[in-house]
């Protein structure tokens, strides 16, 4: 089963496809050399100053550099890129919403092995989702170009399917096992179930993936967006990308602050206190998939809520 290359016009519909019946594929050139620049030298500060992983897991010849809402302007644009918001809002759509998962710049330096074949999903104590439930929508985007050689993404396309019983080494038996070869600026987009891990750098240069990731809104964000971009820096942020954070319910009934008031009132004094119309959130939840955008369940409110400013040690 070849690893599926789809050409930058490709819509959501292609990449959801492809993920469907794969759990992974790549959309070639969706980015320009001068934007990942842009990235790099945004980046690059943070990244020479990043330690080592302490484990084969995270790798130790491998810096993994977080934190890039609020360290890197560039990287919004990759975040919310319509493609990849669509294909999420897509995939994603047995949930009501759905939030940003993970930011994080993975360099693989020169002498690195092999990363452990796993499902990202694992990030959640392991708990086995249903194979028919995606919880998470993945992307890898190449800063540096990504090669056989010096450690391209290695992919078990189809064995999204497997399930989590199933072990990284069993799932390679009678299975070819497919790097995710791509130019600078392409996107490797996978499943939280499909199985996978970074490719061995036998070059002399170092390999350089941005993985952003997303999931459905009722789970734990592996980078905690909250407390990762400090809250002077979230007040400038665009209201579409807040809410890609997590400033917004994630679910029927996750996420609400104080009286059951919209995450965003933190972000915003000037907000008028308003309270979550609980059930009819609920009900956008069959109604999402096509128009799903900007991760954004349709905020339903009600004035309702008068109370004291300020809180007890405030
Ligand atoms: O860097 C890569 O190619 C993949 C990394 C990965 O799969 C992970 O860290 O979970
Ligand atoms: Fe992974």
Sequence with gaps: MALKHLPPTATKQDVVAALRADGACIVDNLVSNEFMDRVAEEMDPYIDLTPLGRDEFVGKKTRRTGSMIARS?????LVTHPLVLGTAGTLLEKASVFQLHLTQIISVFPGETVQPIHRDELAWDFFPFPTDYDVQCNTIWAMTDFTAENGATRVLPGTHLLGAEVTGAEAEIGREIEQAEMERGSVF????????????????????????????????????????????????????????????????????????????????????????????????????????TAAAAEPFYEDVLTSPSGMAGS
């Excluded at 302007?73 to 644009?77: D, P, Q, V």
Aim: hydrophobic fraction near 35%.
């Design 189 to 292: 987009f996978y499943t939280g179930k499909v199985y996978h891990g970074a490719g061995a750098n036998y070059s002399d240069a170092v390999r350089q993936g941005i993985n952003i990731t997303y999931c459905v809104g009722w789970v734990r964000q592996e980078e905690n967006q909250y407390l990762t971009t400090p809250i002077e820096v979230a007040k400038t942020l665009d209201e579409d990308l807040l809410k890609l954070m997590g400033y917004q319910m994630g679910g029927v009934a996750v996420g609400y602050v104080r009286d059951f008031e919209d995450p965003m009132v933190i972000i915003n004094d000037d907000l008028p206190k308003k309270q979550y119309d609980i059930a009819a959130l609920a009900k956008t939840a069959s109604g999402r998939g096509d128009d799903a």
């Design 73 to 77: 302007k560039a990287s919004r644009e």
